[in-house]
Structures are given as C-alpha cells and as structure tokens.
T-cell receptor, first 115, second 116 residues
Framework: AQTVTQSQPEMSVQEAETVTLSCTYD???????LFWYKQPPSRQMILVIR??????QNATENRFSVNFQKAAKSFSLKISDSQLGDTAMYFC????????????FGTGTSLTVIP | DVKVTQSSRYLVKRTGEKVFLECVQD?????MFWYRQDPGLGLRLIYF???????EKGDIPEGYSVSREKKERFSLILESASTNQTSMYLC???????????????FGEGSWLTVV
C-alpha cells in the first residue's frame, strides 16, 4: 500500500516570506504522479502543482515550486512571496499509474499567512 | 473548466435515516471518487468507480454504498446513518490513467453531513 506523510500539521509564515511544506511517501512503484492540493477556508480543493516521477526537473508554477527527491521519496512544496490568499490546508497526494487513478492523500498541513 | 457539483452543501439527518449524496461532473471523466475528510485524518477513500455500473471499495467502505448508473453521476448512500458518519464528504473525478494529460483529480465543494 502507498502511504503519504505530512509531518507538519500546522505552519505559519509572514506575508512576503518563503515557506516550505514537507511531504514524504512510501511506494515500490517506479511510475507515478505527485501533487499538491490547496483547500482554502471555502473548502473547494484545487490543484497547486503536479510532478511526474519520471521527470527529473522540479515542477514550478509561478510562486509555487517543488523539491522532488525520488530516491529519498520526498516531495516538498515551496511557496515564495507568501500572500494572504495562500492561507489554506495543503494536501500532498500520490497517484499510481494504470490502477484506476487511485489517489493517496496525506493528512494535510494548515498554513496561515500572517499580515 | 472541469465542474464537479455536489447537490447538497449542508445536511442534517437523524440516526438511522437513509442518506443520499449526489455528485455530477461535466467533463466526461471515466473515474469518480467519494472521500471522507476528517480533521487530522486527511482524505480517506470510501468508494471509487472507473466506469458506469462499476465500483470498487476504498479504504473505509463500511456503512456506505454507491451507485453509478450514468457516467456523469456518482451517488454515495448511507444505508442507516450513524453519528460517527458526521463528516465532510468530497466527490471527485478524473480521466482514465491511460491519458497522461488527464492525471489530475478534480473535486466538488464538499457536503457537510451532520447526523444527530
């Protein structure tokens, strides 16, 4: 079975600063996807960033970037220039290929951006 | 944009009632999912479906059933609601895993269920 671990239940960051959210996972698979999802207080879960395991280059989406360490099974999210709208619950997720798209989620990190 | 719509945002039901949670997606996705979200436990998969009339148990199927009669609609049924089923329920959908461009899951806004 796949497991996804987020060891930081809560974090805070000053506005305009940088914060890194940690995620580790356990799998014997070689081909998979990793995701970070954001759930603001309004509760709509939205995709932040996605990484294919076969790609060595770290994914980047504007102020969001990941540090993907495949051998260490680590997938951290870095948020640069934090904004108040970044306040949300962040979930790390793992997806195996070719198994009906089963997704496995971590327990989440609650991020608060302080003005 | 993909839209996943859950028919009820907030429900209050009595113990023992039969509860239906409806979910509709408008992007012709093959896969649909029902998750339960509880503080400190993250998202736990209840059931998923990869085709019409097909269903697979997730991690916590006990006390739940599902129905997928049409591709766009996936219903979660609580046969006899209990207080420990008070939770937030999230529906989601995705394209099949054969499509590399579609390997993203899209969520509805969630349904808050309180069982009293």
């Amino acid at each position: 079975a796949q497991t996804v671990t987020q060891s930081q239940p809560e974090m805070s960051v000053q506005e305009a600063e940088t914060v890194t959210l940690s995620c580790t996972y356990d799998t014997s698979e070689n081909n998979y996807y990793l995701f970070w999802y954001k759930q603001p207080p309004s509760r709509q879960m939205i995709l932040v960033i996605r990484q294919e395991a076969y790609k060595q280059q770290n994914a980047t989406e504007n102020r969001f970037s990941v540090n993907f360490q495949k051998a260490a099974k680590s997938f951290s999210l870095k948020i640069s220039d934090s904004q108040l709208g970044d306040t949300a619950m962040y979930f790390c997720a793992f997806m195996k290929l070719y198994t009906g798209n089963q997704f496995y989620f971590g327990t989440g990190t609650s991020l608060t951006v302080i003005p | 944009d993909v839209k996943v719509t859950q028919s009820s945002r907030y429900l209050v039901k009595r113990t023992g009632e039969k509860v239906f949670l409806e979910c509709v997606q408008d992007m012709d996705h093959e896969n649909m999912f029902w998750y339960r979200q509880d503080p400190g436990l993250g998202l736990r998969l209840i059931y998923f479906s990869y085709d019409v009339k097909m269903k697979e148990k997730g991690d916590i199927p006990e006390g739940y059933s599902v129905s997928r009669e049409k591709k766009e609609r996936f219903s979660l049924i609580l046969e006899s609601a209990s207080t420990n089923q008070t939770s937030m329920y999230l529906c989601a959908s995705s394209l099949s895993s054969d499509s590399h461009t579609g390997n993203t899951i899209y969520f509805g806004e969630g349904s808050w269920l309180t069982v009293v």
